[in-house]
């Protein structure tokens, strides 16, 4: 059973076409610059070298379009034809209080997706662009809808409920919603599989640290609180984006600049590891600066470490406790000595590891040492695999 996964930006897409029997990618690629002079793809076969076109893409469906002949192609494809294509999984970053889980794409999903676009203004519209391009060009064949936000939306009141007037949340839906919630559940489910225990039984903290970053806290399986929030500049320090800051500094911003605008690129743009160091949104040019004695890169290398401790410490007393510590995406598989520091200033709780193990990039492993009080793991994400096995499970569902 073949699926095709897509995710769309407002002027990107990225694919996966995924074997479901053994769970292969067979192709996967990336367009760029949708509705942009200079728009290209980059297209990877299994097995062979990425091959990468220029091609004018005025919009998704061409670019959707050009997708599914290149997947069919006799030398660059994987697909005889279209026929072997058994549904489109599509990732949508905002399903706001309506979506609680993936769900087969009817008229009326199109239409909550819709509404939800306030809470989501800049990823909800090009997600759906997609959505709307596979449909037109494939009808009939299912499409199932995975979103960023679905994972969380079992929290307590006590954690999506800002202190703002109850009006916000009833009127304004201001609330937390959190979100990477098919990679936060992804990597729990995981952790617990490799662990060889019920994911019932445990409670995790799962660690997300990319360019994005936000981390949760997994109560047996369960989402019981998340470092996102309304949006997605909440929590820690991010490549580009702030993390915390006191809602004063946001009302100090807006009165000096009077342009909402510029206050959102502020703390989206022009934050975080970049902002901070004036150096780079790259954690690993800024941990590079810091060691040649660059003072605001050891800042912004410092920010972000105590920001994780902060909130490994807080999810494990708000759960009473905490079995596992998960360390994913960029950061969290690949940042050996940044788990490191992590991880060492944290042995009060019971934190133990080995530093042989912890030097690994990118690969399931566990750092902590037997004795260590809690289990600490690298589980590498792979939200495209989570979104395929939601649409094959939706799609079956519904035959
Ligand atoms: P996105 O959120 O865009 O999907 P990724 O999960 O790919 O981002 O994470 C990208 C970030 O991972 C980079 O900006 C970089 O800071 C970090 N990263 C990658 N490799 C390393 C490394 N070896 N050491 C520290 N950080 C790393």
Known sequence: MKILVLNCGSSSLKYQLIEMDGEKVLAKGLVERIGIEGSRIKHTKTGMDAVTREVPFPNHSAAIKYVLDILVDPELGVLKNLDELYATGHRIVHGGEKFTKSVLVTPEVVKGIEEVIPLAPLHNPANLQGLKAVMDVLPGKPNV?????AF???????AFIYGTPYDCYEKDRVRRYGFHGTS???????????????IKDLKIITCHLGNGSSITA???????DTSMGYGTAEGVLMGTRSG??????MIYLMERYGDAQKVSDIVHKQAGLLGVSGISSDL?????????????AKIAQDILITGVKKYIGSFAAEMGGVDVVVFTA???????????EVCEQMEFMGIKIDPEKNNCRGKEVIFSTPDSKVTVMVVPTDEEMAIARDTKRCAEEAK
Do not use: C
Not at 145 to 149: A, C, K, N, S
Not at 218 to 224: L, N, P, R, T
């Open 218 to 224: 997994v109560d047996g399986g369960k989402s019981v």
């Open 330 to 340: 960029g950061i969290g598989e690949n940042g050996i000595g940044f788990r490191k």
């Open 145 to 149: 809808v995975v979103f960023d936000t």
């Open 284 to 296: 690993r040019d800024v941990e590079e600066a810091a060691a040649n004695g660059n003072e605001r």
């Open 184 to 198: 936060h559940g992804y990597v729990a489910h995981r952790a617990a599989e490799i662990l060889g225990k019920d």
């Open 244 to 249: 915390n800051i006191d809602p004063s500094v």
């Open 152 to 158: 969380h939306q079992t929290m307590p009141p006590k």
